[in-house]
């Protein structure tokens, strides 16, 4: 893989002006997930998928991560009053979004995912790459593709009947569960304690949010969902759905190229 940072200007410029180069932007959050993992895995997530992605395209580089997100919400992460979730306001996050994607198309950078970690982030990110898009019009830059997803979306109903066998409670229920423990004790085992994995119920909420929130609402674990069935082997497996669905959508949309791998053979 292609660490955009770890390169050299010149090496860099070749790179970002080459007629098929594609940069990819992890967007992740710090933010807490359980008494039982580390505080990144929205960052590490997105940005290792990013990076066995790349190992399947030509000229694609990884950036670096954007390490801090939106706000967390109490139905999708437990909410933004835990200890060690740290946000941006949502314009501070949509102008970081703007300004990088106007300089990496400055650069000459013209295709450019947008890898999201974080569920809050995403219509901030929406919103940052039309800023940027209209002000690369007013300046007579109208050739710029950016892509936008969320890496969960890749996993298909066949993975999680696979994943789940009792029952599947929604990625928004996912926070610090199952999905998450998984993928971080494939990819960064060391960032996870199974030991200290809180077993409860999935967060039961109204369909409706109330500000200021009632922590209380939140499970003491900071957990949406209990990650018990967490393992190395679903991490494996998620990794792959993910990689080889991403790979196959960033080519099909951005290199023309009629190569199959054998990685998207194994696509769910
Ligand atoms: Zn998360
Ligand atoms: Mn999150």
């Not at 070749?14 to 967007?27: G, H, K, N, Y």
């Not at 069935?229 to 190229?257: P, T, W, Y």
Request: hydrophobic residues 40%; glycine residues 8%.
């Amino acid at each position: 893989m292609t660490t955009l940072a770890e390169l050299d200007w010149q090496t860099y410029n070749e790179m970002v002006t080459a007629p098929d180069s594609i940069i990819f932007l992890p967007i992740g959050a710090l933010e807490q997930h359980g008494p039982h993992m580390s505080m990144n895995p929205d960052v590490l997530i997105p940005q290792a998928i990013a990076g066995q992605v790349c190992c399947h395209l030509d000229n694609a580089m990884v950036a670096p991560p954007i390490t801090y997100g939106y706000k967390s919400q109490q139905q999708s992460g437990g909410g933004n009053h835990l200890p060690g979730t740290t946000s941006l306001d949502g314009i501070t996050l949509t102008q970081t979004i703007r300004d990088v994607i106007k300089e990496f198309a400055r650069h000459g950078a013209r295709r450019i995912v947008m890898m999201n970690g974080h569920y809050e982030n995403s219509m901030f990110v929406v919103e940052g790459i039309d800023l940027a898009i209209r002000e690369l019009g007013w300046a007579g830059v109208d050739d710029i593709n950016v892509m936008i997803l969320s890496y969960w979306d890749f996993v298909g109903d066949t993975t999680i009947e696979r994943l789940y066998p009792d029952g599947f409670t929604g990625w928004d229920l996912e926070h610090g569960g199952v999905l998450e423990t998984s993928l971080m004790l494939h990819l960064y085992p060391h960032l996870v304690d199974m030991s200290k994995v809180v077993d409860h119920e999935p967060a039961m909420f109204p369909p409706y949010d109330m500000f200021p929130v009632n922590p209380e609402l939140t499970p003491p674990s900071g957990t949406l969902s209990s990650a018990r069935n967490a393992s190395r082997e679903k991490g494996k497996i998620l990794m792959d759905v993910c990689v080889g669905g991403i790979a196959h959508a960033v080519r099909e949309k951005f290199q023309s190229s009629p190569a199959v791998s054998a990685l998207e053979t194994g696509v769910a």
